[in-house]
């Protein structure tokens, strides 16, 4: 919006992103107003989090094909409870000089009576305007209620408030949210508070035109218990190229030179995957920590290196499971490993991961097995409990790439 550079050029400046209270947990698409944020911190200026306990009771349209399922007011606080924590990772609330601040937009709208609403605010906007905004005109053939028709002016009354009480003089967010955003800067101006301005980023939008934030099972989460840290890490490292490209500019703390010379460095040998690692290391650690970082890289060599047994069995059972998501499994009783199972029973009787003893023999002489990544050549190999990895598992393999689980209960 034009002046915004001027204003950012001229003083500290306050500038808010608001969050959708609908999940317990933040996931990598909010990441994009969530370094629009950090940015302006780090150039000086002051965040505000706006986490809407008033607006996730209303429900934001914008980029939705139908209305949404309201939430109880239980369930949002609980939300919002989570999501602040998720944000603290990223800002700084102690800073000496220009501090984050986070706002509840329920603390201005719980005691905003309906008719006061209307009449004091409702009156500045017209409906001709509130129609032209994208968020109502893909809506208008299926219809919409008047709960979410009402939303742009109900996040426009956040930023006058903001305005008014914070001088806040910014709000920030993707360019879905340009309609909601700017009704905001109208309200402003129409009622008398003085001029604010917008900032929005592109969508990000992949390669293959999928989704972006979407992994196989969904969205990819902030929260560990969600999305594992090495989940996490390896939906960044399996980033297509052009993909990853996007995603260090988009999401790197890293200063332009040096993004542009691990761009430079992966374009000469792109079969490295640079570019990639080097966002899924930085990203890891903001979202997680330094620790969850190591485990992931140490998970992926499990399954892509040459990792060793003490490291499988120094995995937790959250990596271990999520690295072999999918990996057929068996199962077999405690009191079946107390007195110790051969190579042959294992492999081929109780487990049924191969066909038959004479498969087991065949696979023993060729050097393929491998049971927990130690090499097994013996037919007189017997395991037991000391065996097991999280005191749960066998991990058995046969060649580079065929996995198995026996899980002992």
Known sequence: MPGTEEQLNKELTRGYVGFDPTADSLHIGNLVPITLLVHLQRAGHQPIALVGGATGMVGDPSGKSEERNLLTRDVI??????????????????????????????????????????????????????????????????????????????????????????????????????????????????????????????????????????SEKGNVWLDAEKTTPYEFYQFWINAADSDAVVYIKTFSLKDRAEIEALIAEHENAPHLRIVQKAIAEELTERVHSKKDLEAAIDASSILFGNATSDKLKAMSERD????????????????????????LDLLATKSGFLASNGEVRRALKENSISINKEKINSEEAYFNSDSLINGKYLLLQRGKKKYFIVSVS
């Open 320 to 343: 271990f499971l999520a690295v072999f998501d999918g990996v057929p499994r068996a199962e077999i009783s405690k009191s079946e490993l107390e007195s110790g199972i051969g190579v």
């Open 77 to 214: 606080e609980h939300n919002l409870a989570c999501q602040k924590k998720q944000l603290e990772k990223f800002l700084d609330f102690n800073s000496e000089t220009n501090p984050a601040i986070m706002v509840n937009n329920y603390d201005w709208f719980k005691d905003f009576g309906f008719l006061e609403f209307i009449r004091d605010v409702g009156k500045h906007i017209s409906v001709n305007y509130m129609m032209a905004k994208d968020s109502v005109k893909n809506r208008l053939e299926n219809g919409m209620s008047f709960t979410e028709f009402s939303y742009q002016l109900v996040q426009g009354y956040d930023f006058f408030h903001l305005f008014k009480n914070m001088n806040c003089k910014i709000q920030m967010g993707g360019s879905d949210q340009w309609g909601n955003i700017t009704t905001g800067t109208e309200l402003i101006r129409r009622m008398g508070a003085g001029e604010a301005f917008a900032v929005t980023t592109p969508l990000i939008k992949k390669a293959d035109g999928g989704k972006f934030g979407k």
